[in-house]
């Protein structure tokens, strides 16, 4: 993961994601992150996973998309730290991008509610 301030690079951090991390997320459950352009639309410094940082998905054309296959989008999607009991755990972030919780902590400290992101594998 690359953070930015216009077009200088900032930092890069290494990440884990789900169980099933490549393309993008059709529907809850699949294990996958969302890809494209969407914001952080939400903060929590109370996160049971360090700090998180919410990911504006499903948007329209998620739920569009989801709809005309008859499943449901999945939502609830965050940048967050990493709790002790998941370090080394496979497969455990349900589509979410985890990284280190000191990484958490500068990020968090960084990146604005309304900041545009971009997700791809």
């Known amino acids: 993961m690359q953070l930015l301030h ?3 690079l900032l930092r890069s951090y290494k990440f884990e994601l789900g169980f099933d991390p490549i393309g993008h997320k ?5 294990g996958r992150t969302p890809e494209g352009g969407y914001r952080i639309d939400r903060r929590n410094p109370n996160s049971r996973f360090h700090l998180s940082l919410g990911i504006s998905y499903p948007d329209a054309s998620d739920v569009a998309a989801a709809r ?3 499943v449901d989008p999945g939502g609830d999607i965050f940048i967050h730290g ?3 009991k998941w370090i080394g755990k496979p497969d455990w972030t349900w589509g979410c991008i985890a990284v280190k919780n000191e990484e958490m902590d500068e990020i968090y ?3 604005e509610t309304g900041t545009l992101i ?3 594998a």
Do not use: F, H, K, L
């Open 82 to 84: 990493t709790p002790e």
């Open 68 to 70: 005309a296959r008859g």
């Open 6 to 8: 216009n077009t200088s």
């Open 109 to 111: 400290a960084m990146v």
């Open 26 to 30: 059709q529907q809850e459950g699949d």
């Open 118 to 120: 971009y997700i791809y």
